[in-house]
Nanobody, 124 residues
């Protein structure tokens, strides 16, 4: 079992920045690929970014490429998402998730463990 807890969400103006954190506990954090997903009102959960076990590989949704950066600190059992140049369409509940596979996957159902989510609201 892996327990995940997100933090860092809030209200921010368009063009601003937010850094999300995800604290992991339980089984060995470094054994899991990690992802950030989001769910906007009235929409399905979508992939935002993913990172490999050791952090050497990352993958981003086209909609956030160049604006968001995913990173991890295995010594601190933590995952991060730096979000810059935020847009109103980035408004969503953001979730971190853990996946035992070595490749970075983008389908929510492939991920085994989920946090409870943190709300990010971008005002125009």
């Amino acid at each position: 079992q892996v327990q995940l807890v997100e933090s860092g969400g809030g209200l921010v103006q368009a063009g601003g920045s937010v850094r999300l954190s995800c604290a992991a506990s339980g089984r060995t954090f470094s054994s899991y690929g990690m992802g950030w997903f989001r769910r906007a009102p009235g929409k399905e959960r979508e992939f935002v970014a993913g990172i490999s076990w050791g952090g050497s590989s990352t993958r981003y949704a086209d909609s956030v490429k160049g604006r968001f950066t995913i990173s991890r600190d295995n010594a601190k059992n933590s995952l991060y998402l730096q979000m810059n140049s935020l847009k109103p369409e980035d408004t969503a509940v953001y979730y971190c998730a853990a996946d035992h596979e070595i490749v970075i996957r983008t389908i929510p159902d492939d991920y085994e463990y989920w946090g409870q989510g943190t709300q990010v609201t971008v005002s125009s």
